[in-house]
């Protein structure tokens, strides 16, 4: 199974809206990372936060990080139809320097 | 320059075919990475290879091997290809994921026929 499991699985907003998408997790990690992929293209690393850190900003990009629960969040303000894409969250747990990545949300920013 | 190129970008093969990828990276990143996306966007490592150390995801058939010719490439050969082998193959490079993310190459879609 999936270490990671994003929550939503499809988010549908409009412009302007803020998107937040939720990802839970099984085992204990060193760092937890998100990824945006967009339609026919390979991922691209957003933001990575380390175990030790509740919170990261990026631009408009909000991450979150609860251990005690093993879940984070990632949280876009003031979507744009550009952020249409499929968002991962992945989790680096030991796992012979490998990330496993989650089921991804989808998510549509309607003009 | 792209970072991390693969080729070729679409494969369509038929059953029973031996095929290879090719990852290059121009990072100069120690770590690379082969993934496999299925159709619901499920993303299954599938090796890790630096320098020292080759780490196989012990679900991945060995009709896969992955072979670095050099410090800058990592090829993925697939042998037998069989129907369920239909994906799309990432290949990304780190400097190590502790720390760094990742950088992924655009993709190589398979399609088994």
């Known amino acids: 199974s999936q270490q990671g499991e994003e929550d939503p699985q499809a988010l549908s907003i409009q412009e302007g809206e803020n998107a937040t998408m939720n990802c839970s997790y099984k085992t204990s990690i060193n760092n937890l990372q998100w990824y945006r992929q967009n339609s026919g293209r390979g991922l691209v690393h957003l933001i990575l936060i380390r175990s030790n850190e509740r919170e990261k900003h990026s631009g408009r990009l909000r991450v979150t990080l609860d251990t005690s629960k093993k879940s984070s969040s990632l949280l876009i303000t003031a979507s744009r139809a550009a952020d249409t894409a499929s968002y991962f969250c992945?989790?680096?747990?030991?796992?012979?320097?490998?990330?496993?990545f989650g089921g991804g949300t989808r998510l549509m920013v309607k003009p | 320059d792209t970072a991390v190129s693969q080729t070729p970008k679409y494969l369509v093969t038929q059953m029973g075919n031996d095929k290879s990828i090719k990852c290059e990276q121009n990072l100069g990143h120690d770590t690379m990475y082969w993934y496999k996306q299925d159709s619901k966007k499920f993303l299954k490592i599938m090796f890790s290879y630096n320098n020292k150390e080759l780490i196989i995801n012990e679900t991945v058939p060995n009709r896969f091997s992955p072979k670095s010719p050099d410090k800058a490439h990592l090829n993925l050969h697939i042998n037998s290809l069989e129907l369920g082998d239909s994906a799309v193959y990432f290949c990304a490079v780190s400097v190590g994921p502790r720390f760094y993310g990742y950088t992924f190459g655009s993709g190589t879609r398979l399609t088994v026929v």
């Open positions: 992945a989790t680096d747990y030991n796992a012979g320097n490998m990330l496993t």
